[in-house]
């Protein structure tokens, strides 16, 4: 894998549900953001907030392909407005290109756990593991990241403590849940990272990262 992608890469494809808007300005350049809708096996869809720099528009021009395959990394913020969800999850676009393939949705992380696991069971009997990482990025800062786990997998992290190297494979999926708030119910979308294979480091590993 590309050194940029080491600790944190997601590559997404699916179709393109608005057009680009502007987002912000950062160390000196513009970023627009627009969503893109992921459909999943069982068919429902997740929306995904693709963020990308202003010379990035272009590649955004309409060719006759299905889908949008975007490659990129995560990104966390914390909304501090009181409107919509606290932590916000974007995708970073690196790589943009329209392709005719079938929808994607693929998230490769290694990280550290910043806080304790928290095992469940679902309203239906099925264990689920709540788990949060902390993904370093290049200069300093760090990306916290919403894992869940299902099933086995899901009592094995649960022995997991703080501290905890992880290199795991999943996808990202959004859910919709009811906040109150003192206007009354309203409905908000969160995101987290469904594991399909978690690891931990190895001292060995860690040596080669």
């Known amino acids: 894998m590309d050194m940029i992608y080491e600790n944190n890469y997601i590559k997404l494809c699916g179709a393109v549900a608005a057009a680009p808007r502007y987002s912000h300005t950062g160390r000196g350049q513009q970023f627009f953001v627009f969503p893109l809708e992921v459909r999943r096996l069982s068919g429902n869809t997740d929306t995904v907030n693709i963020v990308l720099r202003r010379e990035q528009l272009s590649q955004l021009e309409t060719e006759e392909k299905e889908n949008l395959c975007v490659i990129g990394q995560l990104r966390t913020w914390n909304n501090r407005r009181g409107e919509g969800a606290k932590l916000v999850i974007t995708v970073l676009a690196k790589e943009l290109y ?3 393939g079938p929808d994607e949705n693929l998230v490769q992380l290694t990280g550290t756990l910043c806080k304790s696991p928290n095992l469940r069971v679902t309203p239906m009997g099925r264990d689920i593991c709540d788990l949060m990482l902390a993904v370093n990025r290049h200069y300093g800062r760090s990306d916290y990241l919403p894992c869940i ?3 086995i997998k899901a009592r094995e992290a649960a ?3 703080v501290g ?3 290199r795991l494979e999943g996808r990202l999926q959004s859910r ?3 906040k109150l708030t003192e206007s009354g119910p309203m409905e908000r979308v969160a995101f987290e990272v469904s594991i399909t294979t978690a690891n931990e480091l190895v001292p060995a590993e860690k040596i080669s990262l």
Do not use: A, I, K, R
């Open 98 to 100: 329209f392709c005719d």
């Open 149 to 151: 786990c299902w099933g």
């Open 159 to 161: 022995l997991w403590t």
């Open 164 to 166: 905890t190297e992880l």
């Open 176 to 178: 919709s849940y009811v």
